[in-house]
């Protein structure tokens, strides 16, 4: 007899069982695509699922207007890739608003993201999402199913939520709920980076070392990726040898110093670090179990 | 503490980072379960090893360190429990209310641990952690011993089916790490095991709390011959391995097809093998073909092994879609529609027997009844006692019916094929999980007849197309008077008709039954089979029942062709039916004489999307019987 089959095959299998599921059970599925690395990961796991049909849904990109520009360039040529329709939406309100994250706070994530999202879901119909959170990444997502129910008012109700036994999702719904699906609910964020490593997935630049123009504020290193960047007075960009283990809008995510250029550096680099990923966020140091009050609103 | 030979691999991280990931990714897989209360340190004990395989990092451990101050109830010390903790409300309380699943790893293996809270809730969080579970770790606090619920947890392990078990006695360093401490304990439990059928488990002397015995044998118990519990974890035999030794089984989760030159099986293989040329049987019809191609994104494979998610192409055009299950030719599973199972119950509405259930087994979902239990089992004495139904977090054994034939295995024998949920028709929620024993030989022995007459032959002959007019309302509603007429006017037109009444059924066939929940669903289930007969024959039934709830009229309207199940709501508010009182009935009900009176205290579940509905506040007798007969006649 072979060897078992190692983690990474049976997550995988997992994820892609979990995929199938959705698509054979629900309507109207479609692929929230962030552009990040587990967004890429999710993406590919789909690509193989459905092999040798494309992947039987729509991508979503829920966009905020302030990625990095190099995630914007990705985003399209990955859609192209797989054979996918892509979707982006911008809520219309924040755009005419000019939220932005240099001015209203948490208001900028509530309404770009949280908001948006909601809006793109009732737009095109979507009963189901699949969505690329996995539950290492926070203590509040460890309890998080893999199929995570939705009022009609996208509400998470953690008092409510459907035990999963075995490999048995129930994915009945009454009209209006919809399900966000968490295919790589099990992957940590070393499976993450061994399975991009091992699969050779294109991911965003971003999470290299370059060189890049930088400024420090609040203890966090930003990157100046355009000119809609407000300097204070008196500072000045610095070019540092940055990258970035977890991407969103530009202004909010915090970069490290770091020399790794390559995939396996990166990971050594990860491995040898002492701080959990999430600290580059902006968004979790709001106030103690904020991802839980997001997620109850709405947001992943 | 020392080191061991596992958690060595930081210096390979640091010099040769590509060896590192080679070796990583040849790692296993194994999921464990740990039960226990916050008492037995099951937290403390996930956090020691979240903590001992290094998966905590600085920033977690500063506000672990400073939570443990503010909170943490080990003094000075850190409360590795304060790790695992997740919802905020959770935080205040001090108790987790649910399944969490917590991730490590060592240079061996990928372990993830479900994590389950020790309240009420715990049958129903301890069954859903312990599924898919390969091993379970039991805590006993070296200082109380075996409680009971020690045996609790081991009774669920072992009913899911885990077949390694841990007995992990926690805190020796409480008890000076006294060896008779341990044996005491070991030996109580050895003979509980096997009275429940546990014949094998690994006794395992701990602190979770001082580490001993966790990643290196502790030498404050020299007298523990036994490896450390890491150890154990990282080499116990997988169950995804044992699974490849079984016969080939493939239930179809979605047929692949890009274009007509390609028609693939894609799903994941609960068992065995499969190369091509195999030949397969495709169940529940029986068509056997051959594999052709076992095929994936990374390429075709030359074997495809149990775990692997792959999508088959067959050799012949058979018909085969999602539900099927793809089988070694020589040895595949049974299909039947009658089973024994064991059932957890895990909702707060309990079980109505004889309501309809959509039960979900692999990829197959179809409706189900489940029969009253044959007995309940106290999961604190394991003792059987009678049940009429069963409650949330109820364990039972009973007797369930399907609408069609599933493809199955007993439980023991596969997880996949032998594990279903029970999912509530309205509410849609996951109300139950259970286990298939066997199937019951009368549904083996008993077959379909085919007839030469068919139903459509002897609707043709009385020149009419059959239907059931299913009234349903309020008692007093003006159900009877209503159908009666409509009965009057259709005889008028020469068609062929039966009414059943409420009342009169209530006479005979269903004589035996009351007016509880439970009696209620079973009078409807069989005045539907009644209905449905009579319909086979060509007759237009008319009923007459209150019929108070949504699932058993929608039971009654599955179990009827599309379009022959004609809902009419004769909606009369209650104000105006008590008003009416034809029988007395509201008065007796409102006194107290009369219990489970619908509308008083019983519900009443009014239909939503009624083919009729009569107001009777408005329209007269005749009215409505005129409005009724159209509606059919229009058909």
């Not at chain 2, 020589?330 to 079980?351: H, K, L, R, S, Y």
Request: charged fraction near 25%; charge should be negative.
């Amino acid at each position: 007899m072979t060897a078992s089959l190692t983690h990474l095959q049976r997550l995988e299998a997992e994820s892609i069982h979990i995929l199938r599921e959705v698509v054979a059970e629900t309507e109207k599925p479609v692929m929230l695509y962030s552009i990040g690395k587990d967004s890429a990961v999710m993406l590919h796991l789909a690509r193989k699922a459905f092999y040798p049909s494309p992947p039987p849904f729509p991508l979503l990109h829920v966009d905020t207007t302030w990625k990095f520009r190099a995630m914007y360039e990705l985003r399209d040529r990955a859609a192209r890739e797989a054979g996918m329709e892509l979707l982006v939406y911008q809520n219309p309100e924040a755009k005419e608003r000019g939220i932005n994250p240099f001015d209203h706070g948490s208001l900028h994530t509530d309404m770009w993201k949280t908001e948006g999202l909601k809006q793109a879901l009732d737009l095109y119909g979507f009963d189901a999402a699949f969505g690329g959170a996995r539950r290492d990444e926070e203590k509040s997502r460890a309890k998080e199913r893999i199929f995570s129910f939705r009022s009609a008012n996208h509400r998470w109700d953690p008092k409510n939520q459907r035990p999963e036994l075995w490999r048995l999702y129930n994915a009945k719904k009454a009209k209006g709920e919809s399900i966000r699906v968490f295919p790589i609910s099990n992957w940590t964020e070393l499976d993450i980076w061994q399975y991009i490593h091992l699969e050779n997935i294109e991911i965003v630049p971003l999470y290299f070392a370059a060189p890049r123009p930088t400024v420090e504020r609040d203890g966090l290193i930003l990157m100046v990726d355009d000119d809609r960047f407000r300097l204070k007075p008196g500072e000045v960009p610095v070019e540092r040898s940055v990258r970035f283990r977890t991407l969103g809008c530009y202004p909010l995510t915090g970069a490290v110093e770091s020399e790794a250029t390559t995939l396996p550096q990166v990971i050594q680099e990860m491995l040898l670090t002492t701080t959990s990923e999430r600290q580059g966020r902006a968004i979790d140091h709001d106030q103690a179990a904020s991802m839980e009050k997001k997620k109850q609103e709405g947001y992943f | 503490m020392a080191n061991p030979s596992s958690y060595e691999a930081d210096a390979l991280i640091a010099e040769d980072i590509d060896a590192y990931l080679d070796r990583h990714q040849h790692k296993s897989l194994l999921r464990f379960i740990t039960c226990g209360s916050v008492d037995d340190g099951k937290s403390t004990l996930i956090g020691r090893l979240l903590y001992d395989s290094k998966m905590i990092f600085e920033d977690q451990l500063a506000a672990l360190e400073a939570d443990s101050k503010r909170v943490g109830t080990q003094g000075q010390n850190i409360d590795f429990a304060l790790l695992v903790d997740g919802l905020a409300a959770e935080r205040e309380q001090g108790i987790t209310i649910d399944v969490a699943y917590r991730f490590f790893a060592t240079d061996r293996r990928k372990f993830i641990v479900a994590d389950t809270p020790g309240h009420e809730q715990y049958t129903r969080n301890m069954v859903t952690g312990a599924s898919t579970a390969d091993l379970a770790v039991i805590l006993v606090d070296a200082r109380k011993g075996v409680l009971t619920q020690t045996r609790r947890h081991s009774y669920l392990c072992h009913l899911l089916g885990i077949r390694n078990i841990v007995l992990a006695v926690n805190k020796m360093d409480l008890v000076d790490y006294d060896q008779q401490v341990f044996d005491r304990i070991r030996l109580a439990y050895s003979g509980f095991a096997q009275s429940i059928g546990i014949t094998n488990f690994t006794p395992i002397p701990i602190s979770g709390f001082a580490g001993d015995n966790i990643t290196a044998k502790s030498a404050n118990t020299p007298w523990y011959r036994g490896e450390p519990l890491m150890e154990i974890l990282e080499t116990v035999p997988l169950d995804a391995d044992a699974d490849r030794a079984k016969p080939f089984r493939l239930p179809v989760q979605w047929v692949n097809r890009p274009n007509l030159d390609f028609r693939g099986f894609s799903g994941l293989i609960a068992g065995g093998t499969v190369k091509p040329g195999d030949a397969v049987r495709i169940l529940p019809s029986g068509k056997t073909s051959t594999v052709a191609r076992v095929v994936t994104f990374d390429g075709d494979l030359e074997e495809g092994v149990a775990g692997q998610s792959v999508t088959l192409t067959l050799a012949d055009e058979v018909d085969c879609s999602r539900g099927d299950v793809i089988a070694a030719a020589g040895d595949p599973p049974q299909a039947a529609d009658q089973f024994e199972a064991t059932i957890v119950w895990m909702a707060d509405e309990e079980m109505l027997p004889g309501r309809s259930y959509w039960l979900k087994l692999g990829t197959q979902t179809v409706t189900a009844n489940v029969q009253q239990p044959k007995y309940q089992i106290n999961v604190n004495t394991m003792e059987h006692t009678a049940a009429k139904t069963l409650e949330l977090n109820a364990i039972g054994v009973a007797n369930l019916s399907t609408d069609r034939p599933l493809v199955f295995e007993a439980y023991e024998a596969s997880r996949d094929l032998g594990g279903f949920i029970l999912i509530d028709k309205f509410t849609n929620a996951t109300v139950a999980a259970g286990m298939i024993h066997f199937s019951l030989r009368r549904a083996q022995n008993v077959h379909w007849q085919a007839t030469d007459i068919t139903r459509e032959a002897r609707a043709a002959a009385m020149r009419q197309k059959p239907a059931v007019l299913w009234f349903t309302g309020l008692s007093g509603a003006g159900k009877s008077t209503i159908a009666n007429l409509v009965e009057k006017k259709l005889a008028r037109m020469n068609r062929h008709t039966f009414l059943l009444d409420g009342d009169n059924v209530r006479h005979g066939l269903n004589r035996d039954l009351g007016f509880t929940d439970a009696d209620r669903v079973e009078n409807i289930r069989r005045v539907g089979e009644v209905a449905k007969l009579m319909t086979d024959a060509g007759l237009i039934v008319v009923t007459a029942f209150i019929s108070p709830f949504r699932a058993e009229r929608e039971m009654v309207r599955q179990m009827l062709p599309e379009g022959e199940f004609i809902e009419v709501f004769v909606d009369t508010p209650l104000a105006e039916a008590e008003k009416r009182d034809v029988k007395g009935l509201y008065a007796k009900a409102r006194s107290g004489q009369l219990k489970n009176f619908t509308g008083i205290d019983s519900p009443y579940e009014p239909p939503e999307d009624a083919e009729i509905r009569i107001d009777t506040t408005r329209l007269s007798p005749d009215e409505a019987a005129d409005r009724i007969v159209d509606y059919l006649l229009d058909r």
